[in-house]
């Protein structure tokens, strides 16, 4: 019985690495152009009266290092700015107002291809992090909402790596990335007569990514 624990914490301690390593190891470093539909307008109770547009498309420029530590598994780190999404609302007082959302994200990755296959290799993604929103909310005269806050981040993605010469990486993503809703105060100005005490924001998106990239 002894000797079959030796074998099996021998073998974790060991075996599992040196399997995990045995691959030749890589680090890519990959630029992520795309879109992002915002799937959550912002909301502030009292003050919202009716939205003309929803799912706005955004722009999302992201980078991505990974490191390959197996021809399976890939892990290291994600930043990427989703650009404005506007939706025009108008208030209970009638005001055209501007509403706009920036975040930025950081997040550590992990990726696993599923196969590989002639015309490339499909791919699983999940990520962990944090993001920073700005929410703006502009009646073209006074801003109500002008604040950024930070709070949790994480992401689920499928993708497809294209094969071409190396070391050169193509490949396309679509993403969920989920981001937490925050909570933003109204502005205190002469120009603001309210009993709302604050908004809400969660600007979780569907994102489609196009991968370029360098492998070394």
């Given amino acids: 019985m002894k000797s079959i624990r030796v074998f099996v914490f021998g073998w974790l301690f060991c075996g599992a690495p040196s399997l995990l390593l045995a691959g ?3 680090h890519e470093l990959i630029f992520e152009p795309g ?3 915002q799937l959550a307008d912002p909301h502030i109770p009292g003050l919202d ?3 003309d547009s929803i799912y706005d498309v955004s722009s999302f420029v992201g980078a991505q290092y990974l490191w390959d530590p197996s021809r399976n598994l890939g892990v290291g780190m994600d930043i990427n700015f989703l650009g404005d999404s506007s939706a ?3 208030l209970i007082s009638g005001a055209p107002t501007a509403w706009q959302t920036k975040s930025l994200v950081v997040m550590a990755v992990l990726r696993y291809y599923a196969a590989s296959t002639s015309l490339g290799k499909p791919y699983l993604l999940a990520g962990l992090g944090a993001h920073r929103t700005t929410l703006l909310v502009d009646d073209n005269l006074t801003p109500i909402i002008d604040s950024s806050r930070w709070g949790l981040a994480c992401a689920l993605g499928v993708g497809w790596e294209i094969p071409v010469p190396d070391p050169f990486l ?10 937490s809703q ?7 100005s002469p120009g603001v007569t309210t009993t709302a005490t604050g908004g809400r ?16």
């Fill in 182 to 188: 925050t909570h933003y105060p109204i502005l205190n």
């Fill in 35 to 37: 879109a992002g539909i």
């Fill in 170 to 179: 193509l490949g396309a993503e679509a993403r969920w990335q989920v981001l």
């Fill in 88 to 90: 025009t609302r108008r």
């Fill in 49 to 51: 009266k009716n939205v």
């Fill in 24 to 26: 030749q190891s890589h």
């Fill in 201 to 216: 924001a969660q600007p979780s998106s569907i994102d489609l990514l196009l991968r370029m990239g360098i492998r070394f």
